[in-house]
């Protein structure tokens, strides 16, 4: 171990038998048992919320959590000698969730199910940045963003591959982005208000740690309230763009937490809309937008051809997916 992580592992009351550096964090194995120690650069009200709703969960009888443990004095945060700021988390053996396995794919999605059916017991918990925007307020920001990428690439005259290729398929993923959130124009105000509660917040495969039976939910710092399907959603949208938009895959999702959370009509319809949107090519746009336009990595272009070569795939879904489910599209 080196010495920054020493230092914060000192102010713990365990006793370190070994580490490892590990994705984004320094692992140790302790006489309590395996603990991460991660930099900290969030909120301290703000990671005081999210271990006080890992407590309430625990409470409540979800313990698979990578639970933060206060240092001696009590404190989230500890501070190596240049205070720079660490938290240290329980954490566990296991594989990330392989989206390409259905069996993964099902037990991510039953967790999910226990943790959002949980989750609505709960007292409410006050916390920075409650609530994220609706869905209506997201598609919309969503598309107002691509056409400001749209209108950045006109004026700035650049004419790379990555900029042609943007330009040729615009105006076709721009009206997927439309129609979603003309569906969701459509909705009455009631509708946005079902399934609302807690939100993990960043609910991908990530997250998401299994050991044979069972799951592990990791990373609760992002937690917030909205409708919880969104959760459902991030994980999904994942898992179909790895399995081509393959309507079994949905189907087995939905029947796993449908298992312990009832899949509701409203449910069904805000997860059509959802999907109506081009989230892969907005997300790739974006870093587009937000990246330094004098190198362009090869990859975002491969990734751009790529969610291109999956369109056509994806509507085919929606096709399937709404008359499966008597959600055809509202003209």
């Known amino acids: 171990m080196n010495e920054k992580h020493k230092e914060v592992a000192d102010q713990y009351d365990v006793i370190v038998e070994s580490s490892y550096r590990s994705r984004g964090c320094y692992k140790i194995v302790t006489d309590q048992g395996l603990m991460t120690i991660t930099p900290y650069n969030g909120s301290p009200l703000r990671l005081a919320c999210e271990y006080e709703l890992q407590k309430k969960l625990m409470g409540a009888g979800f313990l698979e959590l990578d639970e ?15 205070r720079t700021p660490f938290i240290m988390k329980h ?48 598609l919309f920001q969503k598309n107002r963003e691509l056409k400001r990428i749209r209108n950045y690439i006109k004026k700035s005259g650049r004419r790379t591959a990555f900029e042609l290729t943007f330009t040729s398929c615009y105006e076709s993923f721009y009206g997927d982005g439309e129609q979603a959130l003309l569906l969701a124009s459509k909705q009455k105000d009631d509708f946005w208000k079902r399934g609302y509660g807690i939100c993990h917040g960043s609910y991908h495969q990530h997250n998401v740690l299994i050991h044979g039976e069972q ?13 919880q399907i ?9 898992a179909m763009e790895k399995n ?34 081009p989230e892969k090519f907005w997300k790739i746009s974006n870093q587009y937008y937000n990246s330094k336009k004098c190198f362009m990595p090869p990859k975002n272009l491969e990734k751009l051809q790529k969610t291109i070569g999956q369109n056509e795939k994806r509507r085919e879904f929606l096709e399937i997916f709404s008359k499966k489910y008597g959600l055809e599209k509202e003209e």
């Open 91 to 138: 954490s566990f053996e296991g594989k990330e969730c392989n989206l390409k396995e259905e069996e993964d794919v099902k037990k991510a999605c039953e967790n999910l199910a226990v943790f959002h059916k949980i989750c609505r017991n709960l007292e409410e918990i006050q916390v920075e940045n409650r609530e994220t925007p609706s869905v209506r307020q997201m």
């Open 68 to 82: 933060i443990m206060p240092n001696r004095e009590g404190g989230l945060i500890s501070y190596d000698k240049y």
């Open 215 to 227: 799951v592990f939910l990791m990373n609760l710092g992002q937690f917030h309230y909205n409708q």
């Open 230 to 238: 969104l959760d459902f959603y991030n994980l999904m949208r994942k």
């Open 244 to 277: 081509q938009y393959e309507l079994s895959c949905l189907e087995s999702g939905i029947k796993a937490y449908d298992h312990i959370l009832s899949f509701s009509e409203e449910d069904y319809r805000l997860l059509f809309i959802l999907f109506s949107f």
